[in-house]
């Protein structure tokens, strides 16, 4: 059989760990030919591909980023968009697509596949693990660590300052990443976009703190936190050329607001995309593998309009239906019944 494969949305680690992967079963296992698609959606309308080949993608599962290229935006973008998915796949003489991508990309895929009859199979995509339909997405344990490495070495220089260091992170509209690397980087405070923050109650928690003579402090902040209602203001948010709500630089207000509050001196680090460049974790080699794996059979059984998950370990497949349009929240029982155990 012959399948496109195509990387869409921000790039993560474990994309080229995937591909590998389903090349690696489709090629050597089934024979068959695996064309990639470069830069995304764009590749496919304009039949621009890379040849990839089990010899092509050899050394390629530490190396972050995609070889494939990405872009946002989609064949929903434009009059003609469909269409030109459709011949490229016709004339290509293609069985289906495999996208690999995020929220954005699997709502395309499921919108393709719905409407319009294409093909698709989704393998969820993601550093801000904000996916439905799958307990954890790659690169999300890879964004966790790089985040946690940072608290780490923000501890001493806090410490040795007496500082408060206000950590923002990524995540869009969820703190999974803030969460678990609040948590695993010993955080005194860790601000979320579920919950709204009053920034009166952070700056007691730290005024706590100092009192019990722990002068230096690491507050994590989500890119998406929001302080709640008639707190403090914040300005309008903007967009991007596809639509998407600009996040970041809430961090910066957050230690300001600090610093002039409390008196304690007091910076922002903004984190920013080294989260998402660099080697994977081995968790999220391993996790792109069994994804990349399982697109294969999934491919070749013919479900398409579905997704690859991991459902309680094990390797799944659910329909995409599940988690387009959607976007997966924290598990608030692991920030009620633990995380908020250990922040101030
Ligand atoms: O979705 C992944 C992500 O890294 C988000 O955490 C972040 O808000 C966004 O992408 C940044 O996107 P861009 O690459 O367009 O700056």
């Not at 993601?126 to 964004?143: M, P, R, S």
Request: charged fraction near 25%; aromatic fraction near 4%.
């Amino acid at each position: 059989m012959r399948f496109g494969v195509l990387t869409g949305g921000g790039d993560c680690p474990g994309l080229n760990a995937v591909i590998r992967a389903i090349i690696r079963k489709g090629e050597r296992v089934f024979g068959d030919e695996i064309i990639g698609f470069v830069d995304a959606w764009e590749g496919v309308m304009s039949r621009r591909t890379l040849p990839i080949t089990v010899e092509t993608m050899r050394g390629t599962l530490p190396r972050g980023g995609t070889v494939l290229g990405t872009t946002r935006g989609s064949p929903l973008d434009s009059p003609d968009g469909v269409d030109r998915v459709r011949s490229t796949i016709s004339e290509m003489g293609i069985d289906g697509l495999i996208i690999i991508g995020g929220n954005g990309s699997l709502t395309v895929g499921e919108i393709l596949f719905r409407e319009h009859g294409i093909p698709v199979l989704g393998v969820p995509k993601t550093i801000d693990n904000d996916i439905e339909g799958t307990d954890l997405t790659f690169g999300f344990n890879t964004a966790v660590q790089i985040a946690t490495d940072a608290i780490d070495r923000l501890h001493t220089t806090a410490e040795s300052h007496d500082r408060v260091m206000v950590v923002e992170v990524m995540g869009r509209h969820s703190g999974w990443i803030a969460t678990h690397a609040g948590l695993a980087g010993g955080a005194a405070v860790a601000l979320i976009p579920e919950r709204p923050f009053d920034i009166v109650e952070v700056c007691e928690r730290l005024v706590r703190r100092h009192s019990r003579g722990r002068f230096a402090s690491i507050v994590v902040v989500a890119e998406g936190s929001q302080p709640a209602e008639g707190t403090i203001d914040v300005p309008d948010q903007t967009r991007d050329e596809y639509g998407h709500i600009r996040l970041g630089g809430i961090g910066s207000i957050v230690a300001a607001e600090i610093g002039l509050r409390t008196g304690f001196e007091t910076r922002p680090v903004l984190l920013g995309h080294v989260q998402r460049g660099g080697t994977p974790t081995a968790f999220d080699r391993v996790l792109s593998t069994r994804f990349g794996v399982a697109a294969v059979d999934a491919a070749r059984e013919g479900k398409w309009g579905s997704m690859v998950a991991l459902r309680d370990n094990n390797i799944v497949t659910v329909p995409l239906a599940e988690a387009a349009g959607r976007s997966r929240t924290v598990d608030l029982d692991l920030v009620s019944n633990v995380a908020e155990m250990f922040f101030a």
